[in-house]
């Protein structure tokens, strides 16, 4: 018998033991981007989530300036880490409009009283028709949306505040 | 009594303690009316990966967001959509990760179909050596 092949077995080991510590060792990642960057913005128009903001349509997204596209619910905690980065874009001109993502009228009314409303428009969308249409997820999530309506990025997960600057680059980028 | 209250108040917080208080959406565990369309909706939901709960199907998960799929799955089936054609509307949101059934024809998925018959040649190889040998002893 070939010598060689006597070492056939232990290869196989080693390579059997490299796959599982890798798989124990590598955190998983669990984040699905969406193929929808670099598209337009999928047909959309949802009722306004609360009497304070209008209703929001994708015809609102593509009025040549850039915008961010907020994906957030009020029984989201991550939401709530993310609200003062929102605020601090809104305040440095930003146009922001969201999704309120499975969502009641008073909840969502209740959630930014509490952390705060930078919002232009806030859609309602109960059963993430929307979501789904988007390639979205889960909450929160961030799209920025160029002037002519084509989705540019996607930020998934809550917004910190190390990642103010990038969204304000990639926002004049897609001036 | 005092028990048969308390056990009814239970009852009550169960709903209390969901994720949102909102209906699920309206076909998420609703059958579609003809059988048909529902055995070709229920198929395909077994083949959908949930989003939120990424080892499960959406068939088998209670997760909110997997009940919003099975309601669009149905829907679009309702609505004359094939199934494929629903496959294929997801994928092109989520790509082939979405789908518990990856194409054959795909720079990365190819190797799932392919590994299994190259295992299966090794092993009747392998396997090969072993019978001739308890041949020769005899």
Redesign the interface.
Known sequence: MNRWLLWLPLVLFGLFFAAVATGLIMPKD?I?????VGKPMPDFSLPAAIEQRPALSSADLAKGKPTLLNIF?S?CLPCIAEAPQLLELQQAGVEINAIAS???PE?IANFLNRWGNPYARIGSD????V?????S??VPETFIIDGNGIIVYQHIGDIREEDVPRILKLLEEAK | MKRLFALLLMWVAVPIAA????PP??YADRQLSDPQQEAAARDLMEELRC??C?SQSIADSNA??AG??R??VRERIAAGETPEEVRSW?I????N??SYNPPIASAVTWPLWIAPILLLLAALWLARGRFRKTKDGE
Do not use: C
């Not at chain 1, 109960?126 to 028709?129: F, K």
């Not at chain 2, 994720?19 to 909102?22: A, D, N, S, Y």
């Open positions: 669990n699905i981007e969406s193929k929808m619910a029984w499975r969502d009641t909840d109960t059963t993430s028709r979501q789904l249409e988007l390639g997820s889960g | 994720q949102t208080g909102l959406a309206p989003l939120k990424q909110p967001m919003d799929m309601s669009q997801l092109e949101r989520y790509g990760w979405v």
